[in-house]
C-alpha cells in the first residue's frame, strides 16, 4: 500500500473514532438527563430508587436519583460530578445543570453532525456563557428582608411537604442570618452549623438553639452538670495508658516487671492529666477514651470531661471557644486553650445532651425532629439544602426570577446578540439559547403543558412587556412576574448552573476535538460516516 493511501486510511479511521466517540458521549450524557428532567420542579415525578439489598427511597432530587445510578461511563461519570460541585457550591440546581448540559451537548452534536468542527461550537459556547453572565447581573435585583424566606422556599418547592417546607424555610433563614451578624464576614459555612436529630416529636418543635448541643452525659456523675464560665481544653486523642506508650513493646522477663509497668504508666497518665490541671482547665473534651484510673485524678482536679466526641464536633467547639485543638497535653500552650461561658446538661426525651456557649462564637445548634427514620431522612436532607442556600445569600444577597423566566431572558438576550456575530459561532450561541430552553420546557412539562407552547408564551410575554421576571408559575400554571409569586432564586445558583454546564459541555466536545486535530478545523466533512454510525 503507498505511504499516502496508509496515511489516509489512518486519518479516516481517527476521524470516525472521534465522531463515534462524541456519539456515544453525548448519548450517555443523555440517558442521564431524562433520568432527572422528570423531577425539575414542584411538579416534577418522584423517583423510588431500589438498591441492591432491596432498601427503597423515593426522591424527587437529582443529585439523589444521579448519586444511586451506578453509572460507569467516564461522560456520564464527570456529569454527575458537574452535579456533585454544583450541589457543594450552591447547594441547588443539580438537576438544571444535569439537563442544561446534555441539552448543550445534543445541540452541538446537531450542528457537528451538520458540519460545523466542534472548536467552533465550544468557542460559540465561551461567547454564550460570558453573554450570560453578563446578563445574569443585569437581570439580577438585590432583596428585601421578606424574600429570603422566599427563595429558600422556592429551592424546597416539591422535596417536602408544605408545612415542612415553611417550617424548614425559617429555620434556614434565621440561623444564617445569625451566623451572619455575629461572624466577621458575611461569609457563613453551613457546617459550622451543628445539627441534632432527636427521633419523635412533630416536625413543627424543630428548633434553632444557641451553642453546641452534644448528645453526651459527662464522664463522672460527680462533677458539676453546669458551669458558668471557665476554661477548655480539647484533646485530640485520649487519656488512655495504651495510647501513652507510643508502641512500645514489652518483654516480661521477671517477676515483678508487669507490675512496675503498670505503676510507671498510671503515673505517666497522673502527670498527664497534672498537666492539664495545671493549666487551670475546667472543661476537658477528648476524641478517644479515658481510663477509668485517670477519672479520680480528674475529678480531684476539678475538671469536668467529656470523651469520645467526635473530630467535626472538636471543631465547631474549638471555634465557639478560640480554642486550638492539641494532640498532646504536655507543654499545653495558652494559645490553645479556649473560653466558654456556660456548659450545661440537659435531657431532651430522655436523653442527656450538653450544651456549651462559647465565649467567641457562641455557636448554633439546630434541633431536627421527626417520628420515623424515614422522615427524619426527608427533614435533614431538605434542612441542608435549606441551609445552604440561606447561608449563600447572606453571602450574595441577590436574586433572579424562576419558573423559567431566567432562562427565557437569556436566551431572547443570546438570540438577539447572535445576530451580530460575523462567524459560524453564531450558530453556537444560537444553540445555547436554546439548550437554555431546555429548562422552562421541562417545568412546563412535569405540570402538564405543553413545553413548546409556553417557551413561546413566555417569550412573547417578556418580549411585548419587556419585563425580564416574568415565567410559568406551575402551581396555576399561568404567566405572572416571578417576583410576585415568589418564585425566586439566588444568583449563585443560576450562575453555577451555567458555568458549570457550560464547562462540562465544553470538555466533552473537546475529547472529540482532540481526535479530530489533525483535521482542517473549517472543514471537517463527515457527511460520508454520518449514515454509517446512525442507530
Ligand atoms: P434543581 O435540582 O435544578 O434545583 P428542582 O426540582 O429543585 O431542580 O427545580 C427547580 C426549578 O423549579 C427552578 O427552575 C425553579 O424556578 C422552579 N420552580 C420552583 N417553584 C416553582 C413554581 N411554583 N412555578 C414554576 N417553577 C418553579
Ligand atoms: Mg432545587
Not at 271 to 281: H, L, N, Q, T
Not at 388 to 407: D, H, S, T
Request: proline share 3%; with cysteine; glycine share 8%.
Amino acid at each position: 500500500m503507498a505511504r499516502r493511501e496508509h496515511e489516509r486510511i489512518l486519518q479516516d479511521t481517527e476521524r470516525e473514532q472521534g465522531h463515534t466517540a462524541l456519539r456515544n458521549n453525548v448519548r450517555a450524557a443523555l440517558a442521564l438527563a431524562d433520568a432527572v428532567r422528570s423531577t425539575i420542579g414542584p411538579l416534577g415525578l418522584d423517583k423510588m430508587l431500589i438498591s441492591d439489598e432491596g432498601d427503597v427511597q423515593v426522591t424527587n432530587d437529582g443529585v439523589t436519583v444521579l448519586e444511586a445510578a451506578k453509572v460507569e461511563h467516564p461522560t456520564a461519570r464527570m456529569l454527575i460530578s458537574t452535579s456533585s460541585v454544583q450541589d457543594d457550591e450552591a447547594r441547588d440546581g443539580t438537576s438544571s445543570a444535569i439537563v442544561l448540559t446534555a441539552e448543550l451537548l445534543l445541540n452541538a452534536l446537531d450542528w457537528i453532525d451538520r458540519g460545523i468542527h466542534p472548536s467552533v461550537m465550544v468557542a460559540g459556547y465561551r461567547i454564550a456563557m460570558d453573554h450570560s453572565l453578563i446578563a445574569i447581573e443585569d437581570i439580577s435585583r438585590p432583596m428585601e428582608e421578606a424574600d429570603n424566606i422566599r427563595i429558600v422556599s422556592t429551592s424546597l418547592a416539591g422535596k417536602v411537604g408544605e408545612d415542612v417546607r415553611r417550617i424548614l424555610s425559617n429555620l434556614a433563614v434565621e440561623t444564617a442570618s445569625i451566623a451572619a451578624d455575629r461572624g466577621s464576614s458575611k461569609h457563613v459555612d453551613p457546617d459550622l452549623i451543628k445539627r441534632i436529630i432527636i427521633r419523635g416529636g412533630r416536625i413543627a418543635d424543630c428548633e434553632r438553639v444557641d451553642g453546641i448541643v452534644l448528645r453526651k452525659t459527662r464522664l463522672d456523675s460527680q462533677t458539676p452538670s453546669r458551669l458558668d464560665g471557665g476554661k477548655v481544653l480539647l484533646l485530640d486523642g485520649g487519656l488512655d495508658p495504651k495510647e501513652l506508650s507510643v508502641n512500645a513493646s514489652i518483654r516480661i522477663t521477671e517477676p515483678g516487671m508487669m507490675a512496675r509497668f503498670l505503676q510507671r504508666q498510671k503515673q505517666e497518665m497522673k502527670e498527664r492529666v497534672d498537666a492539664i490541671a495545671e493549666a487551670g482547665i475546667d472543661l476537658l473534651i477528648v476524641r478517644d477514651g479515658i481510663h477509668e484510673d485517670a477519672i479520680p485524678i480528674l475529678r480531684d482536679a476539678g475538671i469536668v470531661t467529656y470523651r469520645r466526641v467526635e473530630r467535626t464536633d472538636l471543631e465547631l467547639i474549638a471555634r465557639a471557644c478560640g480554642a486550638r485543638i492539641v494532640r498532646d497535653v504536655q507543654g499545653i500552650r495558652s494559645e490553645s486553650i479556649g473560653e466558654f461561658n456556660s456548659v450545661n446538661e440537659e435531657r431532651w426525651e430522655s436523653i442527656d445532651h450538653v450544651r456549651i456557649h462559647g465565649s467567641v462564637g457562641s455557636g448554633q445548634t439546630v434541633v431536627l425532629r421527626g417520628s420515623t427514620d424515614a422522615v427524619i431522612d426527608e427533614v435533614s436532607r431538605a434542612f441542608d439544602d435549606a441551609i445552604g442556600v440561606a447561608c449563600g445569600l447572606q453571602e450574595e444577597p441577590k436574586m433572579l426570577p424562576g419558573g423559567g423566566a431566567i432562562q427565557i431572558a437569556l436566551a431572547r438576550r443570546l438570540r438577539s446578540h447572535a445576530t451580530s456575530i460575523p462567524g459560524r459561532e453564531q450558530l453556537a450561541v444560537e444553540a445555547y439559547a436554546a439548550a437554555l430552553e431546555s429548562i422552562p420546557r421541562a417545568l412546563a412539562e412535569n405540570s402538564g403543558l405543553d413545553g413548546l407552547d409556553q417557551i413561546i408564551a413566555i417569550t412573547a410575554a417578556q418580549t411585548s412587556s419587556s419585563n425580564d421576571w416574568l415565567g410559568i408559575d406551575v402551581t396555576d400554571r399561568s404567566i405572572h412576574p416571578m417576583n410576585e409569586r415568589g418564585v425566586l432564586e439566588p444568583v449563585r445558583i443560576a450562575r453555577q448552573a451555567i458555568t458549570g454546564a457550560t464547562e462540562s459541555a465544553i470538555s466533552v466536545l473537546r475529547i472529540g476535538d482532540i481526535l479530530w486535530a489533525k483535521q482542517d478545523a473549517q472543514m471537517p466533512d463527515w457527511q460520508s460516516d454520518i449514515n454509517q454510525d446512525e442507530d
